[in-house]
């Protein structure tokens, strides 16, 4: 317990879609105003994306960005880590544009290709408020997210020796963890390495905790003591993942982009409650929580002054 933990939330994401929750944030006053409140309640880093206003669909446009970013900041001490995953049908450009544009602390990177499958969610929703929606969660079976070599190269040239951004590294299966490994055998990028386990996502690593243990340990051995990692868990493995994870010595992730539940059977109000819940679990088992500065020290991040927003 010599370390405080550093929380991450997700505010909103790409794949929820909004008829699963009215309240998933979807407009840039809601997405300001539900980070503003994890914060207070105890997340150090915020993981951002954005959202068309009228639609809610997922969208790259710089503009929208623009219209909460700034807000952000200038309310909270937060760490602002910004989606280079975009969603489901984005180019690459379009997927970094946000980040080019703002030049923050730390961006989200997606450490492999991989099946996304979304479509088991479709016909659990009885009433759909966009018609994009449906046929958004359908395609999902039938759709790569892709991460290439290239691709991770890219991100890693355009965003970190280009504007100094520091990676969220986002593993969703074991081989992951070994790609990481060769860029930063090959010297793309330098410790220290902040890496989320992403687990329950169909298509990536089930939810069981021996696969967590294992992508640890797996860690460990490839990249030592100089690591800071943390657990994405989805729906209802989200808390348990957590608090599990924390007692092996990571942080955690909590957001409506992971889960949409407080608890079972029972909607999350807001991003704020899921977080204020985690830090009552860990205050209670005696963990302090990381303040923003201090994950800004331990993942050598270089500062909100050196931001474009």
Request: glycine letters at 10%; aromatic letters at 8%; hydrophobic letters at 40%.
């Amino acid at each position: 317990m010599a370390q405080s933990v550093i929380i991450s939330c997700a505010i909103t994401g790409s794949l929820h879609v909004p008829s699963m929750s009215p309240y998933l944030p979807i407009t840039p006053d809601q997405i300001a105003t539900e980070s503003i409140a994890a914060a207070e309640a105890g997340a150090a880093i915020l993981h951002l994306h954005a959202r068309d206003p009228d639609t809610g669909r997922p969208t790259p446009t710089t503009n929208v960005f623009k219209a909460f970013l700034p807000r952000i900041k200038q309310a909270t001490g937060a760490v602002i880590n910004i989606s280079t995953g975009g969603g489901p049908g984005m180019t690459m450009d379009e997927r970094l544009a946000a980040a080019e544009w703002a030049s923050p602390e730390m961006t989200s990177l997606n450490m492999g290709s991989m099946n996304l499958g979304l479509f088991p969610i479709a016909d659990r929703i009885k009433d759909y408020k966009y018609d994009w929606e449906r046929p958004f969660l359908e395609g999902s079976r039938d759709v790569v997210f892709k991460n290439t070599f290239a691709d991770i190269g890219a991100i890693l040239e355009r965003l970190g020796k280009g504007h100094g951004s520091r990676f969220e590294f986002e593993c969703y299966e074991v081989g992951h963890l070994y790609n990481l490994a060769y860029f930063v055998d090959q010297k793309f990028y330098d410790p220290p390495l902040f890496i989320q386990f992403c687990v329950g996502i169909l298509g990536g690593i089930g939810a069981e905790i021996d696969n967590l243990l294992h992508m640890v340990r797996t860690a460990q051995r490839l990249f030592g003591n100089d690591l800071e990692w943390s657990v994405l868990a989805a729906g209802r493995h989200q808390m348990p993942f957590a608090t599990h994870n924390i007692l092996l010595g990571g942080n955690a992730r909590v957001g409506l982009e992971d889960s949409l539940m407080i608890e079972r059977g029972k909607l999350a109000t807001s991003n704020a409650e899921q977080v204020a819940k985690l830090v009552r679990i860990m205050t209670e088992l005696g963990y302090a929580v990381a303040t923003p500065d201090e994950a800004r020290t331990r993942l050598r991040l270089k500062g909100a002054d050196r931001t474009n927003f």
